[in-house]
């Protein structure tokens, strides 16, 4: 059952009367509708094709938080084989937002670590809506001293609302988990690549991917606040988010222009969550060309690399 975002309301109309007719005529033999089922097709495609052409950041937004859009847990079935997860900081307990282990990347031994969101009630509430705690970063830590032991390329996959601000995560030092967390990722002397394949939401997310390359999904969103938390500090109101979004510059688009990220990756016409085989193809192929980038650098110039990159952000695109 496709769900449809707020701006594809009259997509699912004419999607939705296709339908019916087919459903008809499923209980009719003798009724042929297949030229009018046709042209609905036609034109909810035409249609589809037009809402997508030029989304405006709000709306990249409520395409990055679809349901449906592949998750960390789907990438990581699709793309790594033996994968061998690890659980918890050795501190004190594991986080089912973050997701960690061995793996191989087309035969490749490396350590894969993403924020998962979990697709539907219970997933989501065992995953904490992918905002992860204290124990997350530092399970994360530990997983990254261990890729930087062995020598094995660390692949981390963005999608989070943003670190989870609750009580018992700031007893437990939250701020100092993602610092330390971000300060990780500048050390370790192996190539670290990170992919937002949804939303990349403040310091949960740049705990992640303070990486050699950064990619994004062609309609995810990555930024140091969300648009309603940005409009209700700035305007008081929530309910400005479109506002908040076109001045937070957080699309792909605009992140490519200021040198925040490296590459943008596809999606096809409609969003990764309408043909999420096409955007598994296409991330495994941007992976892989990211860690041909990195291939024959030794630590010290990954390490270099990494920090040189980080140092730059400001100094690009600044007349746009």
Request: aromatic share 6%; glycine share 8%.
């Amino acid at each position: 059952m496709t769900q449809y975002l707020e701006f594809e309301k009259p997509l699912a109309e004419i999607e939705g009367k296709a339908e019916e007719l087919r459903a008809l005529a499923r209980q009719n033999e003798d009724m042929d509708v297949s030229d009018e089922a046709a042209a609905l097709d036609a034109k909810a495609a035409t249609l589809l094709n037009d809402l997508y052409a030029d989304l405006t950041p709000w709306r990249k937004c409520q395409v990055a938080r679809h349901p449906d859009r592949p998750h960390c847990v789907d990438y990581i079935k699709a793309l790594f084989t033996e994968y061998t997860p690890l659980a918890g900081d050795r501190n004190f307990a594991d986080d089912h937002a973050v997701m960690g282990g061995l793996a191989r990347f087309n035969d490749r031994p490396v350590i894969v670590i993403g924020h998962e969101k979990g697709n539907d009630t219970k997933s989501r509430i065992e995953r904490n809506f992918g905002m992860a705690r204290p124990e997350g970063y530092r399970k994360a830590i530990r997983l990254m001293d261990m890729a930087h032991r062995f020598g094995l390329p660390v692949i981390t996959l963005v999608d989070t609302p943003g670190a989870y601000p609750g009580k018992g995560a700031e007893e437990r030092g939250q701020s100092e988990a993602i610092a330390r967390s971000t300060e990780k990722c500048l050390q370790i002397g192996v190539p670290l690549l990170s992919v937002v394949i949804g939303e990349g939401g403040s310091g949960g997310a740049v705990a992640f991917a303070t990486a050699n390359r950064v990619a994004m999904l062609e309609h995810s969103v990555y930024s140091v606040i969300s648009p309603e938390g940005c409009a209700s500090i700035l305007w008081k109101d929530a309910e400005k988010m479109r506002e908040a979004a076109e001045a937070l510059r957080l699309t792909a688009q605009d992140l490519k222009q200021l040198g925040v990220i490296d590459r943008i990756i596809p999606e096809s016409v409609g969003g990764a969550h309408r043909h999420p085989d096409a955007t598994l193809t296409a991330v495994r192929t941007a992976i892989q060309g990211m860690l041909d980038d990195l291939d024959g650098k030794d630590a010290a110039a990954l390490i270099a690399d990494r920090r040189q990159k980080f140092l730059n952000l400001g100094q690009t695109g600044l007349a746009a």
